[in-house]
């Protein structure tokens, strides 16, 4: 990481040094809150989880060579410097606030609804094609997530792509505090993490906090689609640029053509000028992640066919609308997480399938008091969606079947209790040549169900 003396961290933070002063002006080269990751020069952040303290680990990190511990209480036989902070958690955040100040490279913040995620992916295969960029790994866009995510950003790179994720007010305005985006893309309102925020009104506002703290004169992209975003057009300033299908929006997408679980086709309108790519992964919400990437890259100064190359690199994570090809059927893995935007927008990618199309749906969490009938509704779509078959495992899952069955009783769909039931059945509900979703809320751990279809996908 760039230059970050244990004198510097210590005044970052509003810690107190403990250890030989000619070890003051030593530089750390990457900051870790987890001991195994610990390497020779290190600071490590004693950080207090529910199931571990960081403090029991500070002996361990200093056998394996961590320059300096950052702690809440004085280690009894320290074998190296320390930093006595009164919160390891803010003293993090601290810390990746001066780091991010230290540097002069673009960043990127992205957050929404839904799709935040699979926008970075686009948006980070995109500047690829011209910069060395970072991006957050997994699901590291959180207040613990995102400095670690920052304390990664090195020498190399060019640019950096961070997600930011929340669940209650206050959150964006921590996290945009520390990342200070250059250039800020919300990429819709949608209804997720009601317990705290209400409604889509409340979504908006805790999103757009993301402005208030970053950089002076920060560029913002938004889904000029969305019926929420739109409002923000007349508010702010500098004028937002809009994307979307609308021909309204600065630039947008034309002629989309669907691939089934191969992509799709699409023509990109810019006022830089027109280009056709395919987009890899299926879904006509892709097609809003790609001009996300469009307006990114143009606004760091790519070129079209940069932007083009980009977009067709673009490679699906794990967990994601990841298609996984088997012998006996197809699966669509995305069971890292979900909400009913999210979940009516996988059912539409798994429509454009060929085939015998099956959904495997599970329960979805944070939704407040009206989870079962978010849950009824997502089984409405359902019924509404060009597919075959629904297998619904979890409590709340039986709401979306009531929908279904409202909606169209002639969908076929069963529901089990545990997803070791549904695994025990599937050799007689699905046959060769299906395409399969796979989709819950992460807590409900549908990996078990992938990894099923995987073993048992091969003839």
């Not at 601290?94 to 913040?109: D, F, K, M």
Request: net charge negative; hydrophobic share 40%.
């Amino acid at each position: 990481m760039k230059e970050m003396s244990l004198n510097q961290i210590a005044h970052a933070c509003g810690g107190t040094y403990t250890g030989p002063d000619s070890l003051k002006n030593r530089e750390v080269s990457g900051v870790v809150i987890d001991s195994r990751k610990v390497e020779p020069g290190y600071l490590f952040i004693a950080l207090k989880g529910e199931r571990v303290d960081g403090h029991s680990f500070i002996p361990a990190v200093f056998a394996k060579g961590a320059a300096c511990v950052l702690c809440e209480e004085a280690p009894e036989h320290p074998a190296g410097p320390y930093i006595l902070v009164e919160s390891c958690l803010q003293a993090l955040k601290s810390l990746a606030e001066y780091y991010r100040n230290t540097l002069s490279i673009p960043i990127v913040g992205i957050t929404g609804s839904v799709g935040k995620t699979s926008t970075k992916e686009m948006i980070a295969a995109v500047l690829g094609e011209k910069y060395c960029v970072l991006k957050t790994e997994g699901n590291f866009n959180n207040e613990i997530g995102l400095p670690l995510t920052i304390f990664r950003i090195r020498e190399k790179h060019e640019a950096a792509v961070l997600e930011m994720g929340i669940s209650d007010f206050g959150e964006m305005t921590r996290l945009s505090r520390m990342a200070k985006p250059n250039i800020c893309v919300l990429t819709n309102i949608g209804l997720c993490h009601l317990e705290n925020l209400k409604d889509r009104d409340g979504i908006l506002k805790a999103k757009t906090e993301m402005f208030a703290e970053a950089q002076p004169g920060a560029r913002i992209i938004l889904n000029g689609d969305d019926d929420k975003l739109i409002t923000l057009k007349e508010s702010r300033t500098p004028t937002p640029c809009f994307f979307g299908l609308a021909p309204s929006n600065d630039l947008y997408g034309e002629a989309i053509e669907n691939l089934g679980l191969e992509g799709t086709r699409c023509t990109f309108v810019t006022r830089a000028g027109r280009f056709c790519a395919h987009i890899p992964i299926p879904g006509r919400h892709m097609v809003y992640n790609a001009l996300a990437g469009v307006a990114v890259g143009l606004a760091l100064d790519l070129s079209l066919e940069e932007i083009k190359t980009g977009i067709e690199s673009l490679t699906p994570v794990s967990g994601r609308n990841h298609l996984i090809h088997m012998e006996k059927w197809d699966i669509l893995d995305d069971c890292y997480n979900a909400n009913p935007v999210s979940m009516c927008a996988s059912l539409d990618v798994l429509s454009c399938a060929l085939g015998r199309k099956v959904a495997i749906l599970g329960d979805m969490g944070e939704l407040g008091e009206n989870e079962k009938l978010l849950h009824y509704n997502v089984g409405c779509h359902a019924a509404d969606a060009d597919i075959d078959a629904v297998f619904l495992v979890g409590t709340l899952s039986e709401e979306i079947g009531r929908g279904i069955e409202a909606k169209n009783p002639s969908l076929t769909f069963r529901h089990f209790d545990t997803k070791q039931e549904l695994i025990t059945a599937l050799p007689l509900l699905l046959s060769k040549g299906d395409s399969i979703l796979v989709k819950a809320s992460h807590f409900m751990e549908f990996e078990e169900i992938v990894a099923y279809l995987k073993k048992t996908g091969a003839l």
